[in-house]
């Protein structure tokens, strides 16, 4: 599967940004899918991920409650909407596929993800 994530961009603190990431290849509703971030000088980070019906999801504490994903597997589609956004939320965004059977649960682990898109550029000014 190929990814292209879009929809970074630069926003003030405490506004919003959806991300976009579109899939290509194989049949998109067999992966779980995820999204990573990476600031400067910083290990990539979990961020969100959502499981293959879109029926789970799971977000790092630092996100909750201001970022939601969701997918359209009509659409070989996956968003990251993120809201109140903070300087702190800076960062390379990536989104990536997990190859999981049916009825698991969100990988949340880098190395679960076998795939991944080019990353876009979240920059969020003071």
């Known amino acids: 599967v190929q990814l292209q994530a879009s929809g970074g961009g630069l926003v003030q603190a405490g506004g919003s940004l959806r991300l976009s990431c579109a899939a290509s290849?194989?049949?998109?509703?067999?992966?779980?899918m995820g999204w990573f971030r990476q600031a400067p000088g910083k290990e990539r980070e979990f961020v969100a991920g959502i499981s293959r019906s879109g029926g789970s999801t799971h977000y790092a504490d630092s996100v909750k409650g201001r970022f939601t994903t969701s997918r359209d597997n009509a659409k070989n589609t996956v968003y990251l909407q993120m809201n109140s956004l903070k300087p702190e939320d800076t960062a390379v965004y990536y989104c990536a596929a997990a190859l999981v059977s049916l009825g698991v649960g969100v990988p949340r682990i880098r190395s679960q993800y076998a795939y991944w898109g080019q990353g876009t550029q979240v920059t969020v000014s003071s």
């Open positions: 290849g194989r049949t998109f509703s067999i992966y779980a």
